[in-house]
């Protein structure tokens, strides 16, 4: 009775820390123990901490309810505008889920995102627990130490891995996740700096050291849009110092006015040089000036291109959209192969207002601005009394917005986010305290808790087993097949495989099937090429035998997903390649049925090239590949030839292949963007012997993305074969200067025994 008498005691405060453990735990799991172990990990802590946050939140309603408990989400005896709208895109996103392609996709989305209509529906209710429990100026001291430490924290891990990292991600997995985190933790230790949370003494100045060593992590993410984003604010800040306090605060005027100026002529330096060699060769100098590098390949020019069919998709649905989560089903539909040279299968805008107007049509981009302007309400309310935390407010809500128009909401964004609005709440009713009295709390203690508080307790219990539990033992099994294949352990894997495609939870349920299959096609594509073991190989087709027919009922199910009809495709043609299946016949059919919803798509043709090949239908083959890139010559002219390159070398007709890449390079394309790309003109132009073309593109490689060991050894090779022994020479020797396994080829007395 007496712990029970302590936590009723305490019941705001045991919500608060689950809160907070948000906040402090969540960022920090990197569960290397589950597939995405960067997102998965972080979203079932995540929904686990919520769910039981909601418990004791419900109970501390139920024992210490407020006069008139509606205070809690009102201003005077209104309803709380800003809760209405963040309420409202909730709603907004759950109706749009059942009119979209795919309302199970949309509710619970995918494993690498953890996002979903119904992801947004715990945020919501975080936001709603948030704002009641953190009313007063000691619960926002605590909640901005907290933030900041963890900020300062997860930095320094990202410093410790500088050189293995390159770009600061920390346990994000990726730099513009962290970035846009980084936004609002720079933000919230300004915060506690303008209010003086802790003033006197030197934690006051500890938040200002905290928020300059987070403005340097922040510039080595190296995140081109976050650039724009965290600019955009800071401008706004000095420009609205500079318009509305210069008799307030001369000094912060003055002070503005010459780090804009410092800044301005900074940045006009830095761009003016930004073709000097220093610049080039400077990772981050370089990064910065490529802002402007709009229409570059391997930059901003996907996103734009991706915008473009975001705005596509919503001509198409302008009610209700694709559904949340179903962008990719949109990309799929207007495909463009200036996107897929970077990034073949998008699923998301990277735009969040276009991304939301694509999936979501009106309805839900209307609440999506609704919430976006009553924010901006708030934050110019604030300003109007409190115009320097008014202005600083105002620069971090722009900072996150021009973010957003190159990146979207997730979790990183969104643990910073709704604390965000959380405090413009308090700091608009902290504003409005005289006319709205906020008296204690009464003693409403009742038999009638007790229903009520089982009811709860099993509601969160529930939730932590369906959206935490059992997808975290789906991942996990997942991850355990992907392990056991890679090592060749084929009879290890089953059980984990059966046990992941058990388990009945719609996180994960079509989700493990796709990603087991892709690891499949890879196990099937390179692993059989060193397997000779026949116990193995009968491993490897029990496998076949048992993933092929789910993934069979995944295209029925969910046919708006083209990936998967290629996905599946792929299996069947390999898995007559490499097992002597009959199932090219199937092969084929399944691709028909994905021209349905994806008929641009180069991967889909040049599958169905292949499967036609093995048929024995190669001038079939050809035609159809002809046929495309015809049709597809909106790409751009270079793109037919590329095409039938890439035809010819997987036909292995080299002398046609390099024929039509010297056609696409006469048009301007640059084989050395990517990987693939460049390594098969490389071995084309070997095949015919053109080591005049393999030197300057090899060198071009090396330019555009630094030294590179197998780039050296093939102008090594072209100088060789030229008869220039001693360029050879030169270029071997620097092969192995950049990886020392060079030392040991089997070429190495053809380059250095010369003399």
Do not use: C
């Not at 418990?55 to 309810?65: A, G």
């Amino acid at each position: 009775m007496t712990n029970m008498n302590f936590i009723e005691r305490n019941l705001k405060l045991i919500t608060q820390i689950l809160l907070l453990a948000v906040i402090a735990a969540v960022p920090f799991i990197r569960a290397n123990s589950l597939y995405f172990p960067f997102i998965s990990g972080k979203a079932y802590v995540f929904r686990a901490l919520v769910a039981l946050a909601f418990f004791f939140w419900i109970w501390f309603l139920w024992k210490q309810m407020p006069a008139d408990w509606k205070r809690i989400f009102t201003d005077h005896k209104r309803y709380n505008i800003l809760v209405v709208a963040i309420v409202l895109f909730f709603l907004a996103q759950v109706a749009a889920s059942f009119f979209g392609v795919d309302p199970v996709y949309s509710l619970f989305s995918s494993i690498e995102r953890a996002d979903g209509a119904l992801q947004y529906g715990f945020w919501a209710l975080y936001f709603l627990m948030f704002l009641s429990v953190f009313r007063e100026k000691r619960d926002w001291k605590l909640f901005s130490a907290v933030f900041t430490v963890v900020a300062v924290a997860l930095s320094g891990y990202a410093w410790f891995n500088y050189e293995a990292q390159v770009q600061l991600y920390g346990v994000f997995g990726n730099p513009a996740y962290f970035a846009a985190f980084l936004i609002f933790a720079i933000g919230f230790s300004l915060v506690a700096v303008e209010r003086k949370f802790f003033f006197p003494g030197p934690l006051h100045y500890g938040f200002l050291a905290a928020a300059g060593f987070l403005l340097l992590t922040f510039i080595f993410t190296q995140v081109r849009g976050a650039y724009v984003g965290l600019a955009g604010g800071i401008l706004l800040f000095f420009l609205l110092a500079i318009l509305f306090l210069r008799k307030e605060n001369k000094k912060l005027v003055f002070l503005s006015g010459l780090v804009l100026l410092i800044g301005l002529g900074a940045l006009g330096v830095l761009f003016g040089a930004k073709d000097t060699e220093y610049v080039q060769h400077t990772r981050l100098l370089y990064r910065i000036t490529e802002v402007t590098e709009i229409w570059e390949q391997g930059s901003t020019r996907e996103r734009l291109l991706n915008w473009n069919i975001a705005l596509k998709a919503f001509k198409e649905k302008p009610l209700f959209g694709y559904g949340p989560e179903n962008y990719g089903s949109a990309a799929n539909r207007y495909y463009d192969y200036r996107i897929g040279v970077g990034e073949p299968w998008f699923d998301r805008a990277h735009n969040q207002p276009l991304d939301t107007l694509a999936t979501g049509g009106i309805v839900v981009f209307s609440a999506y601005l609704f919430w976006l302007g009553i924010a901006t309400f708030f934050i110019f309310k604030i300003a109007k009394k409190q115009k320097i935390l008014g202005f600083l407010l105002a620069s971090v809500f722009f900072a996150y917005f021009l973010q957003s128009l190159f990146l979207f909401d997730l979790i990183a964004v969104y643990l910073g986010l709704f604390p965000f609005l959380a405090f413009l709440i308090y700091t608009d009713r902290k504003q409005i305290a005289k006319d709205n009295n906020d008296n204690g709390y009464k003693d409403y203690n009742s038999y009638k808790k007790y229903p009520v508080l089982m009811l709860a307790g099993v509601l969160s219990l529930f939730v932590i087993y369906t959206t935490a539990f059992v997808p975290w033992k789906a991942n996990a099994a997942t991850i355990q097949f992907f392990a056991f294949t890679e090592n060749g352990f084929y009879k290890e894997a089953m059980p984990f495989l059966q046990e992941a495609f058990t388990k009945k939870s719609p996180y994960t349920f079509w989700e493990v099937r796709k990603r087991a299959g892709w690891q499949f096609v890879n196990v099937l594509n390179y692993n059989l090429e060193q397997e000779t073991d026949p116990a193995k190989i009968k491993e490897i087709k029990n496998i076949y035998e048992f993933i092929t027919p789910e993934l069979e009922k995944f295209v029925e199910a969910r046919p708006y997903d083209p990936q998967m009809y290629f996905l599946l495709a792929r299996m069947y043609r390999l898995g007559n390649q490499k097992l002597g299946y009959e199932d090219l016949e199937k092969a084929e059919r399944v691709l028909e049925k994905g021209f349905q919803y994806s008929d641009r798509r180069v991967e889909y043709y040049n599958e169905f090239a292949q499967i036609l090949i093995l048929q024995g239908r190669v001038e079939e083959a050809e035609n159809v590949v002809k046929e495309y890139a015809q049709r597809a010559d909106y790409f751009g002219e270079a793109f037919p030839y590329v095409t039938l390159g890439h035809f010819y070398y997987v036909s292995e007709e080299y002398e046609k292949a390099f024929e039509e890449y010297e056609k696409a390079r006469e048009k301007g394309y640059e084989f050395f963007e990517l990987g693939l790309e460049y390594n098969r003109y490389l071995f084309a132009a070997q095949e015919v012997g053109a080591y005049e073309e393999v030197i300057p593109m090899a060198k071009a490689f090396i330019a555009r993305w630094g030294d590179d060991a197998d780039s050296y050894f093939n102008i090594a090779v072209g100088y060789y074969h030229l008869g220039d022994k001693e360029q050879a020479k030169v270029y071997f020797l620097k092969a192995i200067e950049s990886d020392p396994r060079y030392d040991e080829h089997e070429f190495k007395p053809l380059f250095l025994d010369s003399e």
